[in-house]
């Protein structure tokens, strides 16, 4: 059972920052790729930044965001991380953690629970 336990949303005022969390944890092989993604009221999900760590380590930004946000993962600890710095209104949104995970029966995607980001103006 693999689970994604995501924390550090909250309420900022625009221009302020946060940093987000997202620790994968059960029984796994690897970790391929995490990532973020958020959904704002009545939009589609969409992607916020992904990375392949230590595999690689490429990593992809949205362009709303590039300079801005800033992934990073820490291998030892199956973290990733968003630091997301010069918040705008239009980043409020639930903000979800996604890992693509190989463990013994399969490789797939896992998802977190969502963490609400709320940017005031």
């Known amino acids: 059972q693999v689970q994604l336990v995501e924390s550090g949303g909250g309420l900022v005022q625009a221009g302020g920052s946060l940093r987000l969390s997202c620790a994968a944890s059960?029984?796994?092989?690897?970790?391929?790729?995490m990532g973020w993604y958020r959904q704002a009221p009545g939009k589609q999900r969409e992607l916020v930044a992904t990375?392949?760590?230590?595999?690689?380590?490429?990593?992809n930004y949205a362009d709303s965001v590039k300079g801005r946000f800033t992934i990073s993962i820490d291998n030892a600890r199956n973290t990733v991380y968003l630091q997301m710095n010069s918040l705008k209104p239009e980043d409020t949104a639930v903000y979800y953690c996604?890992?693509?995970?190989?463990?013994?029966?399969?490789?797939?995607?896992?998802w977190g629970q969502g963490t609400q980001v709320t940017v005031s103006s």
């Open positions: 059960g029984s796994f092989f690897w970790i391929n790729a």
């Open positions: 990375s392949s760590g230590g595999r690689g380590g490429s990593t």
């Open positions: 996604s890992c693509n995970i190989q463990t013994l029966s399969n490789l797939r995607d896992y």
